[in-house]
């Protein structure tokens, strides 16, 4: 294992070598706008004025509530950034989402959020604030993995902290970050997991005869697949290692009704949680819209369009009006940051099963299609309403954002390279900027490209679609040739015409900037656990 992580390192500093940190001062007049504080952390771009006006706020909200924020993260499973109507879909598509366009409109509504480009790699990142390739999370954990290694062995869990600073802790829903001992949710910091180990097809395909006949009707083969040992229940987890199966999942029904079942217990839990004095941070991470989708019962038909993908939105988009009116009749809606998005753009591959994105690409590319998503800061009274941005936002600052509304920002890790920022002043202050300067996109162990200001470069690869939709069966990697590719995307944002050096003078100065990022892999070398 070590000699594979040299090996990586070598092909990262490649990419990197000869270059140390940005300059200790900011020039708000330079392309590269950050202060760089230490070896060990993301550098961002200093508001002292916003940062202070934030601080304000937060300091008024304590005094008058004494308490700190709870935290709510509404995580879907392979939303399209232009399914919700706010974003340019909603009934327009066929498929209204009333409540995710009521907290964009009474909220912050970000254009430019970004995740990673698969699943596993954003849920770890946003729980670790750092990078997959950082942890060895590069891609999804699959039915018959084996890792080598235990990542969270050594990693640092945002529920974790959160609890140390005497919030309570919850994560409802999807995991897929692992399920072998060790590697479970609460096991790695959350007090309580109600949920599921993996994603949704991984279940539902055991059971459809129809879609997957080659499996479901043959003994020999169901039987193979069932001895890898996926578990496919409805778990119940809890931090002091009891786990328990609270549903046993027997046929495509309980994957259908299962995002109601999970949304019954998140109403409970606000609901018991708000009697007590502490605050909470809850992940509800979503099933759906993951394919395969089975709308539940209730839900069948309720969108225009009637394909199961657009019931299964209008049923996601349902549970959110839910869970955000229980917290308004517990009486804890205006103490609750509330952010709603989505692990990845749309998997295209399993159209019309499948959500929508107007940008290039899809899941499993670092295209926008595949990693810009939505994103939905809504804070009743500390969020100014009817706010639009296109400053970045990546997922991973969900990390230091919430150790800063929990006042518990000196816990953030000093022992590792940490890739989040701190947003909060960004998402609080009225018409704020963001503090991050630059998002960086990696394939597992591939640097693939960079976007700072509304410039992106592709470095060394990019990924196209081998047959139209198959951005993942049957995807293609393509040298970019003699120069990296430089999209402007205000002007082209579906990154199909490269300006080059032609038309931008940012070619060498974003080049510079990945030879900076990449020289922190030669400080704080990358894990490799087997993936």
Same mark, same amino acid.
């Given at each position: 294992?070590?000699?594979?992580?040299?090996r990586?390192?070598?092909?990262?500093?490649?990419?990197?070598?000869?270059?140390?940190? @940005?300059?200790?001062?900011?020039?708000?007049?330079?392309?590269?706008?950050?202060?760089?504080?230490?070896?060990?952390?993301?550098p961002?771009i200093?508001?002292?004025?916003?940062?202070?006006?934030?601080?304000?706020?937060?300091?008024?909200?304590?005094?008058?509530?004494?308490?700190?924020?709870?935290?709510?993260?509404?995580?879907?499973?392979?939303?399209?950034?232009?399914d919700?109507?706010?974003?340019g879909?909603?009934?327009?598509?066929?498929?209204?989402?009333?409540?995710?366009?009521?907290?964009?409109?009474?909220g912050?509504?970000?254009?430019?959020?970004?995740?990673?480009?698969?699943?596993?790699?954003t849920?770890?990142?946003?729980?670790?604030?750092?990078?997959?390739?950082?942890?060895?999370?590069?891609?999804?954990?699959?039915?018959?993995?084996?890792?080598?290694?235990?990542?969270?062995?050594?990693?640092?869990?945002?529920?974790?902290?959160?609890?140390?600073?005497?919030?309570?802790?919850?994560?409802?829903?999807?995991?897929?970050?692992?399920?072998?001992?060790?590697?479970?949710?609460?096991?790695?910091?959350?007090?309580?997991?109600?949920?599921?180990?993996?994603?949704?097809?991984?279940?539902?395909?055991?059971?459809?005869?129809?879609?997957?006949?080659?499996?479901?009707?043959?003994?020999?083969?169901?039987?193979?697949?069932?001895?890898?040992?996926?578990?496919?229940?409805?778990?119940?987890?809890?931090?002091?290692?009891?786990?328990?199966?609270?549903?046993?999942?027997?046929?495509?029904?309980?994957?259908?009704?299962?995002?109601?079942?999970?949304?019954?217990?998140?109403?409970?839990?606000?609901?018991e949680?708000?009697?007590?004095?502490?605050?909470?941070?809850?992940?509800?991470?979503?099933?759906?819209?993951?394919t395969?989708?089975?709308?539940s019962?209730?839900?069948?038909?309720? @969108?225009?369009?009637?394909?199961?993908?657009?019931? @299964?939105?209008?049923?996601?988009?349902?549970?959110?009006?839910?869970?955000?009116?229980?917290?308004?009749?517990?009486?804890?809606?205006?103490?609750?940051?509330?952010?709603?998005?989505?692990?990845?753009?749309?998997?295209?591959?399993?159209?019309?099963?499948?959500?929508?994105?107007?940008?290039?690409?899809?899941?499993?590319?670092?295209?926008?299609?595949?990693?810009?998503?939505?994103?939905?800061?809504?804070?009743?009274?500390?969020?100014?309403?009817?706010?639009?941005?296109?400053?970045?936002?990546?997922?991973?600052?969900?990390?230091?954002? @919430?150790?800063?509304?929990?006042?518990?920002?000196?816990?953030?890790?000093?022992?590792?390279?940490?890739?989040?920022?701190?947003?909060t002043?960004?998402?609080?202050?009225?018409?704020?900027?963001?503090?991050?300067e630059?998002?960086?996109?990696?394939?597992?162990?591939?640097?693939?490209?960079?976007?700072?200001?509304?410039?992106?470069?592709?470095?060394?690869?990019?990924?196209?679609?081998?047959?139209?939709?198959?951005?993942?069966?049957?995807?293609?990697?393509?040298?970019?040739?003699?120069?990296?590719?430089?999209?402007?995307?205000?002007?082209?944002?579906?990154?199909?015409?490269?300006?080059?050096?032609?038309?931008?003078?940012?070619?060498?100065?974003?080049?510079?900037?990945?030879?900076?990022?990449?020289?922190?892999?030669?400080?704080?070398?990358?894990?490799?656990?087997?993936?």
């Amino acid at each position: 294992m070590r000699h594979d992580r040299l090996r990586m390192v070598g092909r990262i500093i490649g990419l990197s070598a000869g270059l140390a940190g @940005s300059a200790a001062m900011a020039d708000m007049t330079s392309f590269d706008r950050t202060v760089t504080l230490n070896d060990h952390q993301q550098p961002a771009i200093p508001r002292p004025d916003q940062d202070a006006t934030a601080a304000a706020e937060l300091a008024a909200f304590e005094a008058r509530t004494d308490q700190k924020p709870n935290i709510v993260i509404l995580l879907i499973d392979d939303m399209g950034w232009g399914d919700p109507g706010s974003y340019g879909g909603g009934e327009a598509i066929g498929a209204a989402t009333p409540n995710m366009d009521r907290l964009a409109a009474e909220g912050l509504r970000l254009t430019s959020t970004y995740a990673q480009q698969t699943c596993t790699p954003t849920r770890s990142a946003m729980l670790t604030g750092r990078l997959p390739i950082r942890t060895g999370l590069t891609r999804p954990i699959l039915v018959g993995d084996r890792i080598t290694a235990n990542p969270w062995a050594d990693e640092t869990s945002l529920p974790a902290i959160l609890g140390e600073v005497g919030y309570n802790t919850l994560l409802v829903g999807k995991w897929h970050i692992g399920e072998i001992e060790g590697m479970r949710p609460h096991e790695v910091g959350f007090d309580e997991f109600y949920g599921f180990y993996g994603a949704q097809k991984e279940i539902t395909q055991e059971f459809d005869a129809n879609r997957y006949p080659d499996l479901v009707l043959d003994p020999y083969m169901l039987g193979a697949y069932e001895e890898l040992g996926n578990d496919i229940n409805l778990i119940h987890g809890f931090s002091d290692g009891r786990t328990e199966v609270a549903i046993p999942t027997l046929g495509i029904e309980d994957m259908a009704e299962a995002d109601l079942r999970l949304r019954d217990f998140t109403l409970q839990k606000i609901a018991e949680l708000s009697q007590d004095d502490a605050p909470f941070f809850i992940e509800h991470a979503f099933m759906k819209v993951h394919t395969d989708n089975y709308p539940s019962a209730e839900f069948t038909g309720a @969108s225009a369009s009637g394909f199961p993908y657009k019931d @299964s939105l209008v049923e996601v988009d349902s549970i959110i009006g839910d869970i955000v009116d229980a917290l308004d009749k517990a009486g804890e809606l205006e103490n609750t940051f509330i952010f709603v998005t989505s692990d990845n753009g749309p998997q295209m591959d399993m159209w019309p099963d499948s959500g929508f994105t107007p940008f290039h690409g899809a899941k499993g590319t670092t295209w926008e299609g595949g990693v810009r998503v939505p994103g939905i800061a809504y804070w009743p009274g500390m969020i100014a309403p009817g706010q639009v941005s296109d400053g970045l936002f990546d997922l991973m600052d969900l990390f230091n954002t @919430s150790l800063s509304l929990a006042g518990a920002l000196d816990k953030l890790p000093q022992d590792r390279f940490m890739d989040g920022v701190d947003q909060t002043s960004f998402l609080l202050a009225d018409n704020g900027e963001s503090l991050r300067e630059h998002v960086y996109f990696w394939m597992n162990t591939t640097f693939m490209a960079l976007r700072m200001h509304e410039y992106k470069i592709h470095q060394h690869v990019v990924m196209n679609e081998g047959s139209p939709f198959l951005w993942i069966d049957m995807a293609t990697v393509q040298d970019v040739g003699t120069a990296p590719w430089l999209f402007n995307l205000y002007i082209n944002p579906k990154e199909d015409y490269t300006v080059g050096h032609r038309m931008s003078p940012w070619l060498a100065t974003m080049g510079a900037e990945m030879r900076e990022h990449g020289a922190t892999f030669a400080r704080f070398p990358p894990k490799n656990i087997g993936l």
